[in-house]
């Protein structure tokens, strides 16, 4: 069984920072891209940030030059690091993977359970 456990949501002021994190665990063979994605009350999921096995990266028009995302191979974890947040960042924010599974060596799409983001004005 495989799972994806995100940390590190809560409320902040407009202009703050905030990171999270989310850490791969179980029957992993390996971990292909890594992603955050979010969603506010009324609206669609969209995608946030994505990143590669290989460390390539994309963004969010909305989030460019104000969140990185990051990760650690070993640990099987993604960051985001969300700097000069913004009240319309506000949203519940979900960590996703594609997740090549053992003994299968299927790959899997997983979603954690999401974490609030929250930013006041």
């Known amino acids: 069984q495989v799972q994806l456990v995100e940390s590190g949501g809560g409320l902040v002021q407009a202009g703050g920072s905030l990171r999270l994190s989310c850490a791969a665990s179980?029957?992993?063979?390996?971990?292909?891209?890594m992603g955050w994605y979010r969603q506010a009350p009324g609206k669609q999921r969209e995608l946030v940030a994505v990143?590669?096995?290989?460390?390539?990266?994309n963004y969010a028009n909305s989030v460019k030059g104000r969140f990185t995302i990051s990760r650690d191979s070993a640990k099987n974890t993604v960051y985001l690091q969300m700097n000069s947040l913004k009240p319309e960042d506000t949203a519940v924010y979900y960590c996703?993977?594609?997740?090549?599974?053992?003994?299968?060596?299927?790959?899997?799409?997983?979603w954690g359970q999401g974490t609030q983001v929250t930013v006041s004005s």
């Open positions: 990143i590669t096995s290989g460390g390539s990266t």
């Open positions: 179980g029957s992993i063979f390996s971990i292909n891209d």
């Open positions: 996703n993977a594609e997740i090549i599974r053992l003994p299968s060596r299927v790959p899997f799409n997983y």
